[in-house]
């Protein structure tokens, strides 16, 4: 695969639309040297190339420099789709449906949030359920969690979990307008209706952290993120139910595929026409899941800020963003000289139109960082960027190569203090098994498709 | 044993090979029950197996009833925090499907790290001998 790709700067490889037969366009992939080393271990390269043979696909197939294998899209890819002509995909969003970041901001300077780790970590542990234990999360009658799927976040809100004006800080208002939970089988009701405020495990993560470094003042001022004061980023998802619809989805779609005479090489990449019955209903059951996953991140935000108050008396955590990185959306973008709606899926990917926080979180004991989305990542890659660190090594390789209590005795020697539900977690998810988090996001700021504001240091990590 | 844990970046998946394709699912299950849960299987003190349960499964072919087979597994241990122990196992080619009798095996406090399995890398064939490989979302 590597003999199609071709550099066209320090940042950009283009992959030629002969790599795999029937590619509709070519692939653009943003990667520098060291990135460009990673791919050759994957098989991310050759899912580009299938993603760029799915019928009514614009533009590009796109790998950010996280890119990583995934089922059918590769983890990091962007694909946009005619919404008359193009299709939808369960692959190209994922299991963890609108798996995302929220970020909170703070006056609090650092110092005091070291202080107070000690009592303050195992605080939120015991409030914020995590791990892999199924349930534990606020337990919904069935009409909860229809208003739920219906209305995200801004159910939660209206539940008293939070305030309004977080809702002003949350992709799309908190809400993904045109869910249809009667799309979203009993099955995967069933699987949420206990997991709603549960953090869940594997990277999914809670961590007070420092801003340590300013790129861009004004941008920085903009979002209310002072140097040296605390943050708190969450990463979770949509849980069991997510997980169930995009099963779901994939069962309905392969029968389907064959009634729309539509072949792909990999059953993962299982698709059907957005405008076909069974392609409206996942957009439906997906925009659902998507709602779950914005109120579970609203409801731990409110359990976060109940434990910050005991701290911090009287002082806020506001909301500075909350973005998914696993979504499907229908957006108007100027292509080829004019506005057309196109399906933008986007897997292991951000959202980055101009001026939209972009948050891209590390991994555990490394920086995450903010961002802000430009015009050219508008242009370029239908206002898509990268969405963290992306894996470079098994869980299993990970666990043998650390010694659990030194990675914690190491963390700690550098100011961070760790709790996991499962001490198997921390191995899995040490450092070393992921990309440079500042190359990645080095990649998307030379690029231009998002632009570094500000840079965080974890003080403390909450693991699933 | 016949099955192995196979490395993947982000995930991790298993192969099994089997004389028969009953014996492949039941491998499936073992392998699947190594990688999701932590604790070696086996029924624990004060754990009880509850009376009888059936699965019945239908697919469009064995690939997908192989993928259905674990989520099935993978939705009784999330939603009812047990482990499908089966006593009898029949797979059928024309239709393809699964019937299974069996017991619940409780689980409480069971930590289950999977997401979904995926047909994502898989291989299956029956000859020469049944195989199966399958990744799991983690």
């Known amino acids: 695969m590597h003999k199609h790709l071709e550099r066209l700067d320090d940042t950009r490889l283009l992959l030629h639309p002969h790599a795999v037969p029937g590619m509709r366009v070519p692939g653009l992939i943003y990667a520098d040297k060291y990135v460009e080393s990673l791919l050759e271990q994957e098989n991310a390269l050759l899912q580009v190339a299938q993603v760029a043979t799915l019928p009514g696909i614009r533009g590009y197939s796109f790998g950010m420099p996280d890119i990583h294998w995934g089922y059918g899209f590769p983890i990091g890819g962007v694909a946009a789709f005619d919404a008359e002509e193009g299709i939808i995909s369960p692959g190209g969003v994922g299991y963890d449906i609108s798996c995302g970041v929220r970020l909170l901001t703070s006056r609090i300077p650092a110092e005091e949030g070291e202080k107070a780790m000690p009592r303050l970590l195992p605080a939120l542990f015991g409030a914020i359920p995590s791990g892999a234990v199924p349930g534990g999360g606020k337990v919904l009658s069935s009409k909860e969690l229809l208003k739920v799927l219906e209305k995200g976040a801004l159910w939660a809100v209206k539940a008293g979990f939070g305030t309004p004006e977080d809702l002003e800080h949350i992709e799309e208002g908190g809400i993904l307008q045109g869910a249809l939970p009667q799309a979203i089988s009993e099955r995967a009701k069933e699987r949420g209706k206990s997991q709603l405020g549960t953090l869940g495990s594997g990277n999914h993560f809670l961590e007070i952290q420092e801003v340590k470094e300013i790129f861009d003042a004004p941008e920085a001022a903009k979002m209310g993120l002072e140097q040296g004061c605390l943050t708190i980023m969450i990463h979770c998802g949509s849980r069991g139910l997510g997980h169930q619809v995009c099963d779901d989805s994939i069962k309905i779609m392969r029968r389907a595929m064959t009634r729309w005479e539509i072949a792909v090489p990999d059953r993962q990449l299982c698709c059907v026409p957005l405008s076909s019955r069974e392609g409206r209903e996942y957009l439906g059951a997906m925009r659902g899941a998507a709602n779950y996953a914005m109120a579970n991140r609203q409801i731990i935000v409110a359990g976060v800020r109940r434990v910050l108050e005991n701290f911090f008396p009287g002082k806020p955590f506001r909301t500075v963003w909350d973005v998914s990185h696993n979504l499907a959306h229908l957006e108007k973008h100027v292509w080829e000289g004019k506005e057309q709606t196109l399906c933008v899926h986007r897997k292991g990917a951000t959202r980055a139109f101009e001026g939209q926080p972009v948050l891209i979180p590390g991994s555990m004991g490394t920086s995450s960082y903010v961002l802000v989305g430009t015009k050219r990542a508008e242009e370029e890659t239908f206002g898509s960027t990268c969405h963290g660190a992306g894996r470079s090594m098994s869980r299993s390789k990970a666990l043998r190569e650390t010694h659990k209590e030194n990675l914690c005795r190491q963390l700690a020697s550098r100011g961070i203090q760790v709790m996991a539900a499962s001490p198997k977690t921390l191995g899995e998810e040490a450092p070393q098994a992921y990309k440079e988090i500042s190359s990645v996001v080095e990649v998307v700021h030379k690029a231009g498709i998002s632009h570094k504001v500000a840079r965080l240091e974890p003080l403390g990590v909450l693991k699933g | ?138």
């Open chain 2, 1 to 138: 044993m016949s099955w192995k844990i196979i490395e993947h970046t982000a995930d991790a998946g298993f192969e099994v090979t089997a004389k028969s394709l009953e014996e492949l699912f039941l491998q499936a299950r073992e392998a699947f029950c190594a990688l999701c849960l932590e604790e070696p299987l086996r029924q624990r003190n004060g754990e009880k197996a509850s009376p009888l349960h059936n699965i019945t499964l239908e697919a469009m072919d064995l690939e997908e009833l192989a993928v259905s087979w674990i989520n099935e597994l993978l939705f009784l241990l999330e939603s009812r925090k047990a482990l499908f122990v089966p006593s009898s196992l029949q797979i059928r080619r024309n239709p393809p499907s699964l019937r299974g009798e069996g017991t619940l095996l409780s689980l409480p406090g069971v930590r289950i790290p999977v997401k979904a399995a995926t047909y994502g890398g898989m291989e299956f064939r029956e000859t020469p001998s049944p195989f199966l490989r399958l990744f799991l979302d983690m």
